[in-house]
């Protein structure tokens, strides 16, 4: 059986094997930010991002560098000369350098290429992508800007490079071409990969593989993105593909395709799920909210994204509530729904389209004493969302698309009472691995119905054997065998002398 991983095998893993090369890891959103709040202090925050609770622990391990965009108000205050900072607060455990880019090139690169283009791309929501060659423009800019950083950072060393999502696909081969070869790179591909028919429709798709293919190794969640990207490079780009060994060979350098599941901390949630803070955090849900008292409680916890089909999850729930009318006054839904990319009119939409189920249900219902729903559009830390965790009865994760869905996997490790029932869309990554959960069709409000009439109807003997086996997988796959079985592949692409080597 695999040795158990955990941060200490890790950073055993990263001392041993790097050999004193740099590691360095890029995202364009930071993992803490610094906001000047109303009475003039500066607070340091911890955004809600799946990528960046990933990753934390990682970097952790290494320390290392981590190189995002400066976004907080406050950020230019706390940098250093070379806009630098260690964090976390009072921890020092590893350097984030801050990279400053226009608000104009932002508006192209992040909110225009990224996520009006390759977002709705490779979500297949329905959701009609836009390709403006401005953007364009202004995503290549912003991808030279980061590998500059990049390249001062490793100031002429050797050094590991670890690239997150779909932000940077032009990066890697920036990086080879300007880096002499000194640079490794691998990539991880936090959301989906289209099939070859979807991937067509990228007006510069060519270019885009081949800033992908300066990777030497490029990873996903899962098999079948693993296949599409393989499958739309073979139709694409000129490039010996090899299906059966999953590479991809181009200009003579050779880019490794290979799956790798993220995950999250499970230990350090679980042991978080027990504390006194999460047990008063669940009173002061209570307290808020004096209706979840004495109720089934559901909930769900997510960006509001029109990828995560929150409408179609009240939709839902209110399709149980006209079938189940003896339910009425005994559940209630609590949706977290934390704004996001709220300046784009598809998010707009999303936003309106949510308002306006809510009001319906709540209004066809409800009662004095009683909501159906409650809809808080509003960012909480870690401990109330654990807190929540442990109140939940059902949990429901419906996505219309997802690469992983990481917060399916916190729910599991919040329940170290082994109660609770998990609703998951069959279109998460998640769903692959967490075959325990009541997985559903998220486009089928009937079928969510059902598993919602299922989940508060399960006995606890049922609920708490379901339970136990999503913990054990959960726990087994945890964050610390990602990055390491994710590092182990690169490490092995280079000349390192692996003989008596246990952790590999």
């Known amino acids: ?167 940077f696909c032009l990066l890697p081969r920036m990086l080879r071409e300007m880096s002499g070869g000194k640079i490794v790179c691998a990539q991880f591909w936090h959301i989906p990969w289209p099939n070859r028919e979807v991937f067509r429709a990228f007006p510069w798709g060519e270019e885009l593989l081949n ?19 393989l499958e739309a490079a073979d139709r694409g780009i000129e490039a010996r593909v090899d299906t059966d060994r999953r590479e991809i060979t181009r200009r003579g350098h050779t880019t490794r395709i290979r799956p790798f599941p993220i995950s999250i901390d499970f230990e350090a949630d679980s042991n978080a799920a027990k504390s006194p803070q999460v047990k008063a955090a669940m009173e002061r849900w209570l307290e808020r909210f004096p209706g979840m008292r004495g109720r089934k409680i559901g909930a769900s916890i997510e960006r509001l994204d029109y990828s995560k089909g929150i409408p179609q999850r009240l939709q839902a729930i209110e399709f149980f509530l006209e079938r189940h009318p003896e339910w009425h006054g005994k559940v209630c839904f609590v949706q977290i729904a934390v704004p996001s990319r709220d300046c784009l009119s598809s998010y707009q939409a999303e936003q ?55 917060v399916a996997k916190e729910y599991i490790a919040s329940r170290t009472d082994e109660k609770g029932v998990l609703i998951l869309s069959n279109f998460t990554g998640a769903a692959r691995e967490l075959t325990q959960a009541l997985r559903v069709n998220p486009y089928s409000i009937e079928e969510v119905s059902e598993a919602i ?36 592949s690169l490490l092995r692409m280079q000349p390192i002398d692996w003989e008596d080597d246990d952790d590999l």
């Open 211 to 229: 800033g992908l293919l300066g990777n030497d190794l490029m990873a996903f969640h899962i098999h079948y993105h693993c296949q599409n990207f």
């Open 1 to 167: 059986m695999e040795q158990n991983w955990n941060f200490d095998r890790l950073r055993h893993l990263i001392e041993s094997k790097l050999q004193g090369r740099k590691f360095i890891a890029i995202s364009n959103r930071e993992p803490f930010l610094h906001e000047r709040k109303a009475n003039g202090t500066i607070e340091c925050v911890r955004p809600a991002s799946g990528m960046a609770t990933a990753l934390h622990p990682i970097m952790m391990a290494s320390g290392g560098t981590w190189i995002a965009q400066g976004s907080g108000s406050a950020d230019r205050e706390v940098v250093d000369h070379n806009d630098c900072i260690m964090v976390p607060p009072g921890e020092h455990g590893y350097k984030l350098r801050r990279v400053w880019i226009t608000p104009e090139m932002e508006r192209g690169f992040y909110y225009g290429l990224s996520n009006e283009g390759l977002w709705p791309l490779c979500h297949v929501t329905f959701t009609r992508p836009e390709f403006r060659p401005g953007d364009w423009q202004a995503y290549k800019d912003a991808n030279r800007i980061f590998a500059e950083a990049v390249l001062k950072e490793a100031n002429g060393e050797m050094a590991f490079v670890f690239i997150q999502d779909y932000h």
């Open 352 to 406: 309106l389209a949510v308002d306006e189920a809510l009001e319906r249900i709540n209004s066809r219902f409800g009662n004095s004493a009683w909501a159906p729903v409650y809809l808080l559009k509003e960012h909480h830390g870690a401990t109330d969302m654990i807190a929540l965790h442990r109140l939940a009865d059902l949990f429901l994760v419906n996505s219309l698309h997802d690469g992983m869905n990481l």
């Open 453 to 488: 009439l299922t989940g508060l109807t399960m006995k606890p003997r049922s609920q708490k054997r379901r339970m136990r086996l999503l913990r054990d997988r959960v726990a087994q796959q945890n964050v610390y065998r990602w990055g390491g079985r994710l590092l182990m």
